[in-house]
């Protein structure tokens, strides 16, 4: 079983950055689609970005595109989200999870572990 834990959430003012890691334990990830996803309050939760297991191939959901920068270091079991030029519309729980082995998924169901979520608030 793997665990996995967010951290580099905060406030932040629209048109600032912050860049969100997730650490993988208990197993590695290194083989696996890693993504990010987010809730916001009275929202479900939605597909941000997916990366594969070698970082060749990385999926954006549309309003995140050419803002967001999903990346992985395999070596440190670890994945980021570079979040640049944010909108208080990205205010939201941010989540990362573990998707399929060796295939590239961006599908919520595919996805079978998850960190406990880390806050973004983004202010005007």
Do not use: H
């Amino acid at each position: 079983q793997v665990q996995l834990v967010e951290s580099g959430g905060g406030l932040v003012q629209a048109g600032g950055s912050l860049r969100l890691s997730c650490a993988a334990s208990g197993n590695t990830v290194s083989m696996y689609t890693m993504g990010w996803f987010r809730q916001a309050p009275g929202k479900e939760r939605e597909f941000v970005a997916g990366i594969n297991w070698n970082g060749v191939r990385a999926e954006y959901t549309d309003s995140v595109k050419g803002r967001f920068t999903i990346f992985r270091d395999n070596a440190r079991n670890t994945v980021y989200l570079q979040m640049n030029s944010l909108k208080t519309e990205d205010t939201a729980v941010y989540y990362c999870a573990r998707g399929r082995r060796l295939l590239f998924t961006t599908t919520v169901s595919d996805y079978d572990s998850w960190g406990q979520g880390t806050q973004v608030t983004v202010s005007s």
